[in-house]
């Protein structure tokens, strides 16, 4: 069928609509696009759809850097202009508020303000993750499809660190080596990588058992010279498995980053936003939310290694910082000790059981892309904080979760500030600012 794309959703697809008025989910193209598609899911109340020919193409496609765009999953608005992706991403934000949030709108149009972003659109990734798969009988590294079964081969990536081009095919090429004539038992493959500090890291994930440790170090350190070669063993059922042990094979064991006036050093298993100058941009903002004084009490949940953990202690008398993450937890302490920071409570557990005992002036949640349990905001409610920075990579569990502060009555929202972090995809973070009412 002929189809106009109007919008582009929390997802990687396009809106069109058919003639019958039935909404159509296209892959493919992007808003403005006119289209000839074909069906390939009709339900009853939406149906799916791929391009299979670009008949009017929209004022806002442009020519992407990557050949994979559409195939591989890493960049699926890579041919839709760079405003009218944070366009999008600002609209995204603002359905959520209005459909799950139920905020009328007047409410959104003061909340939610211009979108932030950097000026770096492609090579703006620190880390890359590669997948072992089995083509024409032989071992290959590659990247997820837009079908996650789907393993394509890459010499390089226009979203990587564009100061090392050559450690996509460098590690390809050696472990694809390798894999032929031993068996590695690859799960996954990352590559970390600062232009600041230069930092080059290979982290191997494997089961734990025998592994060829000598010869692996030899071929990936002719291959790509790296400053940090770890082996991260896991074990436990494959959806719950579990990080048992980080091996070092060569060089520093972890990967180091400047951010914000810190250093953090960060080992392989460790979250860290991929994209530096911009999660610098959500320091800036949680920091001007909370604006955090030299007498005060911060809590920080779901603190990781200590993102914002660190800036507010150069700020506050005290923090206390809640982490589940037992590498990050280990990575958090470790960042104090770089940054001589000695007035951190570091508390390992789940945020809800662990809550801290500590009468906050300010605090900081920065929870998964499940959001925050009704228990946590119910603590957080309970506490005698003045202001609340809520950091969130979810719209949908965002909109959800003001709801229910706005319900629960002790902390309003007053602005929410969306974050590019992700260029050339349709995830977006925000920070929220919330303040006692």
């Keep these: 069928m002929k189809l106009t794309i109007e919008s582009m959703m929390y997802g990687p697809d396009g809106l069109a609509h058919a003639e019958d008025g039935k909404a159509v989910f296209v892959a493919g193209g992007v808003a403005g696009d006119v289209v000839e598609a074909q069906i390939v899911e009709d339900g009853s109340s939406f149906s799916r759809a791929t391009v299979s020919e670009v008949l009017e193409p929209s ?3 442009v020519d992407s850097p990557c050949p994979f765009v559409g195939v591989c999953g890493g960049c699926p608005w890579g041919n839709l202009s760079r405003e009218a992706q944070l366009a999008a991403k600002e609209e ?9 949030g139920k905020f009328d709108d007047d409410a959104v149009a003061q909340l939610v303000q211009p979108i932030r972003a950097t000026r770096d659109d492609w090579g703006y990734r620190n880390k890359i993750e590669l997948a072992p798969t089995i083509q024409n009988g032989r071992f290959r590294l590659g990247l997820h499809g837009r079908d996650p079964q789907q393993i394509i081969h ?3 990536c226009p979203l990587f660190e564009k100061k090392f ?37 290979v982290a191997l994930w494997t089961p734990t058992g025998g592994f060829p440790r000598g010869q ?37 064991g972890s990967w180091t980053e400047d951010i914000a ?58 923090v206390a910082a809640v982490e589940a993450y ?82 629960e009555g002790t902390f309003v929202p007053v602005s929410i500030t969306p974050v590019d972090l992700f260029p050339q995809t349709f995830h977006c973070e925000a920070v929220t600012h919330l303040t006692r009412k």
Aim: a neutral charge; glycine letters at 6%; proline letters at 6%.
């Design 216 to 252: 692996v170090s030899r071929v990936l350190s002719d291959a790509l010279p790296s400053t940090s070669m770890v082996r991260v063993m896991s074990k436990g059922e494959k959806k719950a498995r579990r990080v048992s042990k980080v091996e070092v094979l060569s060089g520093e």
């Design 154 to 156: 890459v010499d390089a």
């Design 326 to 407: 037992g590498p990050a937890v280990r990575d958090l302490r470790r960042n104090l000790e770089i940054n001589h920071l000695d007035n951190v409570d570091v508390i390992g557990g789940d945020a809800v059981r662990e809550f801290p005992d500590e009468d906050a002036d300010v605090l900081v949640v920065d929870p998964p892309r499940a959001g925050l349990a009704p228990e946590a905001i119910d603590l957080i409610a309970s506490t005698s904080a003045r202001d609340v920075a809520y950091v969130s990579c979810d719209p949908a569990t965002l909109a959800r979760d003001l709801k229910r502060f706005c319900d």
């Design 92 to 100: 995204n934000l603002r359905s959520s508020l209005k459909r799950i």
């Design 59 to 61: 004022p806002n496609r």
């Design 261 to 318: 006036d810190s250093q953090m050093r960060l080992s392989a298993p460790s979250f860290f936003q991929v994209n530096t100058k911009a999660a610098e941009i959500l320091i800036d903002l949680v920091m001007d939310a909370l604006n955090p004084q030299p007498e005060e009490v911060a809590v920080d949940l779901y603190c990781g290694a200590g993102t914002f953990t660190l800036p507010l202690a150069r700020r506050c008398e005290y």
């Design 165 to 201: 081009p050559r450690a996509i095919k460098a590690v390809s090429g050696a472990l694809g080596f390798l894999g032929n004539s031993h068996d590695l038992s690859l799960e996954r493959v990352g590559i970390r990588a600062s232009r600041r500090t230069r930092a080059l890291e």
